[in-house]
């Protein structure tokens, strides 16, 4: 079955210490999501490809980097985590941008910093 | 900015009873509006997506309805079972296309 698949599920890292999540499609979709969701609240885009083209928040901070080094795959890479960056990350994929497209959802990585 | 408020308190439903959550926007009305469902741990999934010209969209038990003069959205799910326990979360289309999301509304249906 087409999906998105997130690895790995859980992450232990250190402060300070980096860290990558991965993500890989098999939908062929050209946009790829992250998102940090914590504890009941809304998820929050961190960025978003559109195809090759990188788009960030302009509230995302610095610390946070991706990568999509091709179609299928995208990497999330936090520099230097700190205790707040403690989250579920989310990586979703959609057909094309806009509202009027459903995004899939991978499982997601729950990263613990200790 | 935009902002979506959906009721933060979990909502109690017996089962066979319709549950109905709300989801409130506060400035410009979105063209699109959608509804996902998340279970604990995972992610969210993909239920219904209506458009501001449509005022109601059916799937199976689900309903839902846009109503752009009160900025409202509700979510019905008709005869809820125990297995549609979860939270409930819209997410409504901006002017970068993309989606702004609510917090969600967690739903427990009781035997």
């Known amino acids: 079955d087409a999906m998105v698949i997130q690895n790995p599920r859980y992450q232990v890292t250190q402060f300070g210490k980096p860290v990558t999540l991965s993500c890989s499609q098999t939908l062929n979709h050209n946009v790829m999501y992250w998102y940090q969701q914590k504890s009941s609240q809304a998820p929050k885009l961190l960025f978003h490809y559109y195809d090759k083209d990188f788009n960030n928040e302009a509230d995302t901070p610095d610390n946070f980097q991706s990568r999509r080094p091709n179609t299928s795959f995208c990497f999330l890479d936090i520099r230097s985590p700190g205790l707040g960056d403690a989250a579920m990350y989310l990586c979703a994929t959609s057909r094309d941008a806009g509202g009027d497209h459903e995004q899939y959802f991978g499982p997601g990585t729950r990263l613990t910093v200790t | ?111």
Do not use: M
């Open chain 2, 1 to 111: 900015s935009q902002k979506i408020e959906q009721n933060s308190e979990a909502l109690n439903i017996q089962e066979g009873k319709t549950a109905t959550l709300t989801c409130n926007y506060t400035n410009y009305s979105p063209a699109y509006l959608q509804w996902y469902r998340q279970d604990p741990g995972r992610g969210p999934v993909f239920l219904l997506l209506i458009r501001e010209n449509e005022k109601e969209k059916r799937k199976e038990r689900l309903k839902v309805t846009f109503d752009t003069t009160l900025k409202q959205s509700l979510f019905h799910i008709t005869a809820s079972q125990p297995a549609d326990s979860a939270t409930y979360l819209c997410a409504l289309d901006d002017s970068n296309y993309q989606l702004i999301w609510g917090a969600g509304t967690k739903l427990i249906i009781k035997p």
